[in-house]
């Protein structure tokens, strides 16, 4: 049951002007509205729920408070920015969230001039909220740069690289550290709202100031002496001494749902003149919706459910999904061989790791938001002798290109790379799709591309990598379910290099890499009852390529076409270079690469996606047809 709720007060709110225009003392009623619309919303579309609860009350704060879209507010990540979504114009679109056409699940420019930064990927938005401030400080325009990060956004060193560099900013950067999971903070209260209050007050920052110029001009012993006692008192009482040694004022910890502290703490740090100045926030996931409070990581991101029980829309159950298969196979190499071992950059769960902690809990590690450092931590552990998993989501290995390069290819290092989400990803839009990693790796000296066709491939792959000690190796799989195909009983150590033949004809051959495997398939037969017999491999390999197969279907076909779910300078590229270099192509070969297109897809249901993109069976029957130069309709006489 998702009906709408009764909201009176929200429905006079469509824009932060008119929020400002409210009494203090209607807030709360407005944010028990904002707390009900938005449950009853993400009820009907699915997305994420937790993060978004935990900040009600503190977006509220945020928009009373300061001036925006004058003033930037920066939602790290963002994928808790549905409660600023309702409240900057956007409530009578809540309810398309992350559908095809619909609102983003995160913050996008082009949607609204309140997202001043778009955001999906983690720990980016104390630099972004810094850009902001300093350029309008140049400009002598009005207008701070505000960031709100959580704590586990935290964990990652860019988010330090910025606040190590934010002093030039003065007051026009405030950041928000939204604390709601690692418990940096000892519990808040009354006494912690005073102290808040006290030292985020105009007096008492202004004191800081005049002090730290006056012990300036001492001498450096007495300078260093006087320092040290205030950072001591000053960490005593607040807890803020990092903070406080990185060129911010810290004012916290206060209690994020209680707007009776939040809105003078806020107003006096938007009038202080002080900065920069880091507001320690303690909230809680879900707040507001026992079933969320109750079970924070199940209420993390949800399908569609039930208000009044909580209770999750149900898949239909089918096919296990690529990342269980991943991690349950892991784990059960893992029981033979001491030497393997999994790292995951704060997403077990999303990438199967969780399951292999289970059965192997010593030799699990997430360590956090930091793909840099899991690059290199497991190049140093293949260093050492281990047999390192890597287990990260394709858009998030971009953070490490340079630590898989230096620290890994270079050195012709036997780091195991398991790449999920490859591949167009639905829901989660551009930010999430996996579409480069073949291009950027499969560059890459001593490197290996593989990437399954269907779950089956997968098992072979992850035992294939395990036994695969003379350089670095990766392999690509995508987001959700499998094909449906039987997992082996005992998997099989592949060839390196080596593709198959699923299907032998003589005109026209399918070069297929990754799980469009499938789509093929279909594409032949199409071909066939056209008339035009038709080959499909599966090539198994970006790099290195089975060099001996394409040759031989090149020299005895006569249309040659790649397809992938990747971006250009993949699998078709590689292939053509090859073509290219051996003198393959001869005037009677005709070689086309079908791949994703030159663009950021909006998010969809995957099956619209890779419509979009080309990339199923119509448009490759389409291709061949077009290559052959018959007079195609184009793709409705594909479908035919």
Known sequence: MTSRPVTPLLDTVDTPTDLRKLDPGQLRQLADELRAEMISAVGTTGGHLGSGLGVVELTVALHYVFDTPTDKLIWDVGHQAYPHKILTGRRDRIRTLRQGGGLSGFTKRSESEYDPFGAAHSSTSISAALG???????????????????????????????????????DRLVVILNDNDMSIAPPVGGLSAYLARMVSSSEYLGLRSLAKRLTAKLSRRLNHGLEKAEEFTRGMVTGGTLFEELGFYYVGPIDGHNLDHLIPVLENVRDSGQGPILVHVVTQKGKGYAPAENSADKYHGVQKFDVITGEQAKSAGGPPSYQNVFGDALAKLAETDDRICAITAAMPSGTGVDRFAKAHPTRAFDVGIAEQHAVTFAAGLAAQGMRPFCAIYSTFLQRAFDQVVH????????????????????????????????????????????????EAELVHMTYTAAEHDSGPIAFRYPRGSGTGIALPDTPQKLEIGRGRVTREGTKVALLSLGTRLAEAEKAADALEAKGLSTTVAD???????????????????????????????GLGAHVLTHASDEALLDAGLKIRTMRLPDLFQDHDDPVKQYDVAGLNAPHIVDTVLKALRHNSAGVEEARA
């Not at 140049?138 to 190590?164: C, F, H, T, W």
């Not at 060099?547 to 300078?569: K, N, P, Q, S, Y």
């Open 407 to 454: 620290d890994v290819a270079i050195q012709n290092l036997p780091v195991r790379f398991a790449i999920d989400r490859a591949g167009l990803v639905g829901a989660d839009g551009a930010t999430h799709a996996g579409s480069f990693d073949v291009t950027y790796l499969a560059t890459l000296p001593n490197m290996v591309v593989m990437a399954p066709a269907d």
């Open 539 to 569: 090539l198994r390999f970006a790099k290195p390529l089975d060099t001996a197969l394409i040759d031989r279907l090149m020299r005895t076909h006569e249309v040659v076409v790649t397809v992938e779910e990747g971006a250009i300078g």
């Open 132 to 170: 902001f401030a300093i350029a309008n400080k140049l400009k002598r325009q009005p207008g701070r740069g505000i960031a709100v990060i959580g704590d586990g956004a935290m964990s990652a060193g860019m988010a330090y690289e910025a606040m190590n560099n934010a002093e030039a900013a003065g």
